[in-house]
């Protein structure tokens, strides 16, 4: 039972929030804060970053906030260090503040606002449909045709 809300939980968070996007640039600004820090500190006396690898360790050190990336070594490494601790954290908590709050405020929707979501979710998943659940889906849009169809009658 609780596997079953977990899972669904998760897919909310996948399909209706900007989460893998937003977790996607973060990984690509990582490598490339990475490789700019490697490109800089390479070669320079006194550097701890020797590799991409150590460049990338750097990287996630730096940005867990914990201070136990080495300091660079260089000016301009130090620059770009600091401009990927600010835009990284930024992203990061950015990152968890928005899913949360996407989650949290559907439930916030106008009733419209959600029959449309729900049928637009349905449409998404009918392949993952069982046939009871594919007929249902078909009563509830024959429903709203004839519904659609009576207020149209109506306003003539």
Known sequence: MIGRRF???????INRTLFLQMVALLASLWLVFAAAMFL???????SAIRSYGDALY????????????????TGASKLIGGAWI????????????????????????????????SIEQSLEELDQLSVEELDLLKETVDTLIEHVEHIKSRRQ
């Open 7 to 13: 899972r669904k939980f998760i897919e909310q968070i």
């Open 40 to 46: 800089v500190e390479r070669g320079v006396e006194g």
């Open 58 to 73: 750097w990287g996630i050190a730096a940005l867990s906030t914990a201070g136990i990336a080495d300091s660079p070594a």
């Open 86 to 117: 600010i835009i990284g954290s930024v992203l990061f908590f950015g990152i968890i503040v928005s899913t949360v709050t996407a989650y949290f405020m559907r439930p916030v929707q106008r009733p419209s606002d959600q029959i449309i979501e």
